[in-house]
């Protein structure tokens, strides 16, 4: 967790690294600080001007916050006189490779998401988007750990390996990312690289869960109608389905509600 006080204090002293980190806290209500729009905007708009030109003299963390901006903040920051609001897109994989290049995580794993997905400006290369994982998930980035893990998991970049996959997960789950705790307790569930164990498969599923992964939902309620890992509870199974389809709104949690409701209803009927 960044410490906010410090990074107030170099922002009102004028440095716009700071700035931008602390817009981003905002923006996303991380490290202790609730969602504050206009709090985020503020240290956006004040930063851009310093933050372009020191990325244009080298500095390796303005070039990824300028990538950063260009990539997420146009609509956010809604002023067509520093940045088109529907994205400057030739601008993004540009100033991310050079902050990727001199080492930055959070830029190695913009860029490894880029070549994850076919984008309007990246085709797919699962090769480039392992590379780009492994280098920020070496450096401690729990999102890139949880990433390569998948790579890992899948074989993409040629990397099929589920017991590397495990061990990733489990650095970034230990972190605290709340997808990779849910992606760990699948492969305990599933016994992928790892013995199954129903008791460390609800243990992540539930931790996921509380971290605010909505998925993890849908793992979570089947833990509870089986009786995986804990005491097999149908009322409390239609408690979670019913959350995972307000907030997954997939067809999974809507047919294993239905199908948890009607078991509920057998047992009523034969009391």
Known sequence: MLDVGELKEKAAAGDAVSACALGISYMKGKNGLNKDWDAARKYFLEAFPKIKKQAEEGEKYSQYYL?????????????????????????????????????????????????WMSTDFTNRDPDKAFFWFKQAAEQGHAEAQNALARCYENGDGGALDECAAVAWFTKAAEQGSPGAQMNLGRCYEEGAGTEKDYGKAFYWFNKAVEGGEPYALEYLGECYEKGLGVEKDLEKAVEVYTQATKRCAAEFSRTALRRVKRKLKKESEQV
């Open 67 to 115: 990538g950063y901006y260009y990539d997420k903040l146009g609509s956010f920051i809604d002023d067509e006189s520093l940045i088109d609001p529907l994205g400057d897109k030739d601008k993004i994989l540009p100033w991310y490779t050079k902050a990727a290049e001199q080492g930055v995580a959070e830029a190695q794993y913009e860029l490894g998401s880029m070549y």
